[in-house]
């Protein structure tokens, strides 16, 4: 297994900024294929190894707290010490890292449902820890509890400021991803497009 790149100053694993034109996510959405949500038989988070070591002793978890946070500190094994940071979801701002989740923009059990069941455990490990597309993001960990495996039909975000970009993220990672979307599912990304600017 060739190992992921590891973050550095000129390749920062971030996620791309979310296109500030409607028409490529708007294509995007159109072209993700319609079927009814599928079973959770069979899931576990144990099928998507997460959390995977990323270079420079920082797993994912970490990697995503150090990119997303302010001032951030850590120990000599990476371990994430201090920091601020505020999640996009809801607006909150906090210092301990006990209270951030690093979240699955489309969820582990989302994933499993519509499409990924049938991948393979290395195909499912790169999902789970994707530094590239927009699908990590650290925040407030009892909001991320109340999302849990929910699409955006079932779930949107506190924040109303935020759904135009947590669709068009939904969207971007469904779509590499080649996810399929429900009706109601593609209802509900639809709508929340519309707010974009």
Not at 118 to 132: G, H, I, K, Q, Y
């Amino acid at each position: 297994m060739t190992a992921p790149p590891v973050p550095t100053p000129s390749n920062p694993a971030k996620p791309p900024a979310s296109p500030t034109s409607q028409s490529p996510v708007r294509q995007q959405l159109a072209e993700l294929a319609v079927a009814p949500r599928g079973s959770m038989q069979g899931y576990s988070r144990e099928r998507f190894p997460h959390w995977t070591q990323q270079g420079g002793h920082c797993d994912t978890r970490e990697t995503v707290l150090k990119r997303a946070g302010q001032g951030v500190t850590t120990e000599k094994n990476c371990k994430v010490r201090t920091g601020t940071w505020t999640s996009p979801y809801d607006g909150g701002t906090w210092t301990a890292p006990s209270d951030v989740d690093v979240d699955h923009m489309v969820p582990l059990g989302q994933a499993w449902v519509s499409g990924a069941r049938s991948w393979t455990t290395e195909r499912r490990r790169e999902f789970a820890n994707d530094l590239v597309r927009p699908q990590l993001f650290a925040v407030t960990d009892n909001v991320n509890q109340e999302k849990s495996d929910k699409a955006p039909d079932q779930w949107k975000p506190p924040s109303v400021a935020f759904w135009c970009t947590y669709a068009t993220d939904w969207v971007t990672v469904k779509h590499y991803y080649g996810l399929t979307v429900t009706d109601a599912e593609k209802a509900a990304l639809a709508s929340m497009l519309d707010r974009c600017g």
